[in-house]
């Protein structure tokens, strides 16, 4: 049977990526070229300056991707891009270009859901996985509990109705004066910290409830720190870290055991760039153990934005002839599971 060969780009935030993949699953070459740097004196991804650097990066960072998988161009079957959702003028960079490659050498072309690649990089870190499945997702837009039918049926059993976990992560260690990104700092400063010390607002308990809310959370991590700064109170940042970032753990892990519970899944997948916190990691593998599940979740470099994932759910929407044409467009917002 022939190879098939995926080229794939991602580009629906400040990570612009290429990657080469043969049947689908089979990582042949994953760059990726970060702008965190660049943003990190404004605090957090400026729009503007992303899709600037884009423009510069995309076509290089494309042409390394094949270089590293030692192809050519003629030897690929597809191109998957990234087409939403995302930062408008960021995703349009990486469709603008996959669309010219498309055009130009009759390659056909296949636009796919950002979230829905977070969720295929399990596969690609577990050769051995298949639907179905539920899938924890967590990243800097998205917070929602899925269960993956099969490659391309998807049931959204809950998602947040506010903030977005990292949405939260980023805000909270803005305000303690932490750089960007967030998260890893959160996690690094809690490290020390006694998650128990401060007891933070858990929204949404009720039995049956797999939808989220971290604004409330939010709000009570800035109302303690302004209130202890006007009392003149010291200020335990450690203990703050980690009860806040213990807060987010526990509805996380407490709603996705109940949702497998619910749905009668036994496999349970983490993904998008949040997936990356090794206590999250921890509090689920300890629940999974517990409950007798069994639990996935993908390497570092493939929770966070990357153009291999992407290329992975390319190689499967082929299999079901998913393939779309040259009027593909970037849409900033798009439900999962919409084709």
Known sequence: MKDIYTLAIESSCDETSAAVLVNGRQVLSNVISSQVPIHQKFGGVVPEIASRHHIEQVIPVVDQALLDAKVNLTDIDHIGVTYGPGLVGSLLVGVAAA?????????????????????????????????????????????????????????????????????????????????????????????????????????????????FSFSGLKSAVLNYLNSAKQKGTPINEADVAASFQQAIIDVLVHKTCEAAHETGQTKI?????????????????????????????????????????????????SKANKFTDLHLNAKPSIPLGQS
């Open 99 to 211: 669309k010219g490659l498309s055009f130009a050498t009759g390659i056909p072309l296949i636009g796919v859901h950002h979230m829905e690649g977070h969720i295929f990089a399990n596969f690609l870190a577990h050769p051995e996985l298949e639907p179905p499945f539920l899938s924890l997702v967590v990243s800097g837009g998205h917070t929602m509990l899925v269960v993956v039918k099969d490659y391309e049926t998807y049931e959204v059993l809950g998602q947040t109705r506010d903030d977005a976990a990292g949405e939260a992560f980023d805000k909270i260690a803005r305000v303690m004066g932490y750089p960007y990104p967030g998260g890893p700092q959160i996690e690094k400063v809690g490290a020390t910290g006694n998650p128990k010390a401060i007891d933070f607002p858990k929204a949404l308990q009720e039995k049956g409830n797999f939808e």
């Open 269 to 317: 997948t983490l993904a998008g760039g949040v997936s990356a916190n090794k206590h999250l990691q921890e509090a689920l593998a300890a629940m999974c153990e517990q409950e007798g599940f069994t639990f996935y979740r993908p390497s570092s470099i493939l929770a966070t934005d990357n153009a291999a994932m992407i290329g992975c759910r390319a190689y499967y929407m």
